[in-house]
């Protein structure tokens, strides 16, 4: 066990979950929901390499969208749980739009 793992460590029935954005290109719209007390938020513009980190419930329904805001470009969107990847999306085109979603178990 890490330094990390020891001082983030979830209580039982709790998850870690990562949400990451990636692509070609530094001009992305995200929308996403993180867990049953959490509105659905959304960041326009953000660069590629966003993160956001937090701890759900079993039973939580979470949910990540990405948009490009540029033609002929890709994203890629990943969902972790405890540090497994749950979520892989890719898409290349014109303004790709990806999303992933799903209930925590």
Known sequence: MN??????R??????????????????FNVTFKCGFDCQVKQE????KGWKHNFTGR???YIYL???????????NIMVYEDGKLLQHVTKTG??????ASGTIT
């Open 3 to 8: 330094l990390f793992e020891l001082f983030h």
């Open 10 to 27: 979830s209580k039982p029935g709790e998850h870690r979950i990562r949400y990451i954005v990636k692509g070609d290109v530094d001009d």
């Open 44 to 47: 326009p513009h953000i660069r």
């Open 58 to 60: 079993e039973g939580d």
């Open 65 to 75: 969208a990405a948009q490009s805001n540029k033609p002929h470009s890709v994203v």
């Open 94 to 99: 014109d303004y790709p739009l990806v999303l």
